[in-house]
């Protein structure tokens, strides 16, 4: 088993997990999960290559994590053009004391089976 990761070429192909970080202030988290949860149920719908999204808030209502699934990096590359997506991320931009993005390949994942 190999511990390293294909090169970019090609892992271009393979499901991308977007990770969006965002900090803000407490008072602001109610409004900002109320956005981000409707213009993933809206855009989510639109977007070619959605496959997954997840909205979790830390438990000090500081800090919000969108994670977002997508079946290859080029239709990733494409929500990032979205109306309804650039919308929500000026927002979170003017709302945040900070956000950061990053892109992830699924390397290992377990799935406990509901009791």
Do not use: C
Not at 66 to 86: F, M, N, P
Not at 100 to 112: A, D, K, L, P, Q
Request: glycine share 4%; hydrophobic share 45%; proline share 5%.
């Amino acid at each position: 088993m190999a511990l390293t990761h294909p090169s970019h070429e090609e892992n271009l192909n393979e499901p991308v997990i977007g990770v969006i970080k965002i900090k803000f202030a407490p008072v602001d988290a109610a409004a900002l999960m109320r956005e981000a949860i409707e213009m993933l149920a809206v855009e989510s719908k639109a977007l070619p290559g959605f496959t997954a999204a997840q909205v979790l808030l830390s438990v000090d209502n500081s800090t919000m994590v969108i994670l977002t699934e997508w079946r290859d990096h080029h239709a990733w590359a494409q929500s990032r053009y979205d109306l309804g997506v650039g919308k929500f991320m000026e927002h979170a931009l003017f709302k945040s004391t900070t956000i950061e993005f990053e892109i992830y390949t699924r390397t290992f994942g377990i799935v406990s089976p509901p009791e």
